[in-house]
């Protein structure tokens, strides 16, 4: 034990001073970041568009040579490529601030909704709500389901968080293996659900399905963007408001509310902004795994875990790695697509090992 | 002088165990009170009863002639500061955030003095910008306390001396830092705040506090100055050893001795 400690003790560290700077500049970097991958995600696809064609295509030039190839780049830009990179942003930004808060709430970099079968509740209220409302009520349903979704997957979302707390806190204190077991079969029971509607659904609906379960953006729409716009906005205005709770509950529950903190109050706020945040971003992308955890992971090592800065920043970087991902998921095999969830699961599957191996020193799970 | 904590009868239950039963309590401004007892005396419940943490099954806690439930934890934050035992931290806080967590909502710049007050008085100055998950068991325990200071002292800016309530708070502290805790404690009472700390160190509690509150079994054993408190029968009471009491300068100072012969002695 003591000589763990030694060794942790005399480990470089990073100046709070550096720590400090760092984090004045980070949102400032993160924005000019999402702007440039952003504007690469603009040019590249099935149908590249050069930069130099990027001002006329967006309309900021030369509206008079209306050629036929702006026509074309307009066309692809406006109704299929910005509608598709908003939406993609704003669930990377979603997913990312998702996992932070949870990790917050159960004072654990291990959280993530994908990971303990929050994303699955959601996906599971999904499926069942495409397999219902097609086959029981027919048409008188089918128009709702745009707004349907959203809804059922946060309602999925939010009674998984509430069960996986039930079950894994006990008298004020989270019990982290618990926590990481009930995750386990809570995602087990989901997939078994999920498993039982693809046995029963259509072929239509069977695509529908196995799009939620891979994680793909492809069916991203201005009306799906303009469901995620609100939660974003709404998230990041709580953000703010839950950020001093979350920091002092990393002394504990009841240090955090001899702290002065509203323990109770914040533990129901984080839980339904994880189930809002994560069940509408699943009921557009499908389950994604593993940007809750890496992102707010790599921010804590530049900028810290104060979460003030750690959950807006967390929204910009899990922006931008999702608008890289998905900008790569439709070029590395174009014109055909890879489903996004494979490659956030390649690159986020190592780096969680990576955090366990880092935590297996430092506390015993 | 004025009252600070009142506790009535307080009982708490545990599904059929009784952890705590018909306790009372005062403690007024600038007292310094240890609590001892052997395990599972109930000391922890009744700090954590005494802190609003918990609510009792029976009786109730008034803090500042006021009922303690009747507070919003902000407020409370704002009259008491309590010092928990076994804190761990996940996250890679430094020992500065750690401490600055007690000013509650005031920014680093308001709050600086304190903080750099705090951490000196601790003798963390110089692990400020260290990450608290890398420091020693004694090293943590010693940036909570400076964390709790801070909540207090900021407490009682606004609203007169407060109560400061500690769990075992010397339990991973070398000897050195056992005597520098207990003499921070001690300038706090001086500065009108009521201190209530459980100790498990009987000559350190006694070096500690002019009143001792012995627990028993979750009852009220004894209350009172420590000479009244501290004799051989006491200790072979409660904590079923044998020991010498000597007197040293007035203050009684505690040599124990063999199990057996305080079982041999109980049972004659």
């Not at chain 1, 760092?22 to 930069?51: E, K, M, N, Q």
């Not at chain 1, 089918?142 to 069960?163: K, N, V, W, Y």
């Not at chain 2, 904590?5 to 239950?13: D, W, Y």
Request: hydrophobic share 50%; aromatic share 4%.
């Amino acid at each position: 034990m003591s000589v763990a400690i030694e060794t942790e003790a005399r480990r470089p560290q990073r100046h709070a001073g550096a720590r400090r700077r760092s984090a004045s500049f980070a949102i400032p970097l993160l924005l000019a970041v999402l702007a440039a991958t952003a504007v690469i995600a603009l040019t590249v696809g099935a149908a590249g568009i050069p930069l130099s064609r990027l001002p006329a295509a967006l309309g900021f030039a030369g509206t008079t040579t209306a050629d036929a190839m702006t026509a074309r780049d307009q066309l692809v830009l406006w109704s299929i490529r910005i509608p598709r990179i908003a939406a993609t942003a704003m669930v990377g930004g979603l997913l990312a601030a998702a996992g932070a808060i949870m990790q917050g709430l159960f004072r654990n970099p291990l959280a993530d909704p994908a990971l303990v079968g929050v994303s699955s509740g959601g996906a599971l209220a999904a499926a069942s709500a495409i397999v219902f409302t097609d086959s029981r009520f027919g048409e008188t349903l089918r128009f709702l389901q745009t707004e349907l979704l959203p809804l059922a997957a946060f309602a999925g979302s939010l009674a998984t968080t509430a069960i996986l707390y039930g079950i894994s806190s006990r008298s004020g204190r989270t019990s982290i293996a618990i926590f990481l077991l009930a995750g386990v079969a809570i995602t087990a029971i989901t997939n078994a659900g999920i498993g039982l509607l693809v046995f029963i659904a259509d072929d239509r609906q069977l695509r529908d399905i196995t799009f939620w379960l891979l994680g793909s953006m492809s069916g991203a729409t201005w009306t799906k963007a303009a469901v995620l716009a609100p939660i974003l906005v709404i998230g990041l205005a709580a953000c703010t408001f839950i950020a001093r709770g979350l920091d002092l509950l990393v002394l504990g529950e009841a240090d955090a509310f001899h702290g002065g903190v509203d323990v109770e109050r914040l533990k129901r706020i984080s839980i339904v902004m994880v189930s809002a945040m994560t069940g509408v971003a699943v009921s557009i992308s499908g389950v994604i795994g593993f940007v809750g955890i890496v992102v707010p992971h790599l921010l804590r090592l530049v900028i810290g875990p104060a979460h003030r800065l750690l959950l807006p920043a967390s929204v910009l970087l899990g922006a931008i790695l999702m608008v890289g991902a998905d900008t790569l998921a439709r070029t590395i095999v174009a014109p055909a697509e890879m489903p996004i969830g494979i490659l956030t699961a390649a690159v986020g599957a190592p780096v969680f090992l990576g955090i366990l191996l880092r935590q297996r020193g430092l506390a015993s799970l | 002088m004025s009252t600070v904590i009142e506790a009535r009868h307080l009982s708490k239950r545990a599904g059929r165990a009784r952890l705590l039963d018909g306790v009372s309590l005062t403690v007024a401004a600038g007292e310094i009170v240890a609590i001892i007892g052997p395990n599972g005396a109930g000391k922890s419940t009744l700090l954590r009863l005494l802190s609003g943490d918990l609510r009792p099954s029976e009786g109730e806690v008034r803090l500042k002639q006021r009922d303690i439930g009747s507070y919003t934890p902000r407020e409370l934050a704002a009259r008491r500061a309590m010092l928990s035992q076994h804190i761990n931290v996940t996250f890679p806080f430094t020992v500065e955030e750690i401490v600055l967590m007690g000013a509650g909502d005031r920014s680093p710049r308001e709050a600086g003095a304190l903080v750099d007050a705090a951490l000196d008085e601790v003798g963390l100055a110089h692990f400020r910008e260290r990450q608290l998950p890398t420091l020693s068991g004694g090293e943590q325990q010693r940036a909570h306390f400076a964390r709790v200071l801070v909540q207090l002292a900021c407490g009682e800016a606004e609203h007169g001396p407060g109560l400061l309530l500690l769990d075992e708070p010397t339990s991973s502290l070398d000897l050195r830092h056992q005597i520098d805790l207990v003499e921070a404690a001690r300038r706090r009472a001086a500065g009108g705040t009521a201190v209530i700390a459980i100790l498990h160190d009987l000559n350190l509690a006694i070096r500690f506090a002019d009143r001792l509150v012995v627990l028993n079994g979750g009852k009220l054993a004894a209350d009172g100055p420590r000479t009244e408190v501290v004799t051989h029968e006491t200790i072979r009471d409660i904590f079923e050893i044998d020991a010498v009491v000597h007197q040293a300068d007035g203050v009684p100072y505690v040599l124990p001795q063999s199990m057996r012969a305080a079982a041999r002695s109980n049972a004659s």
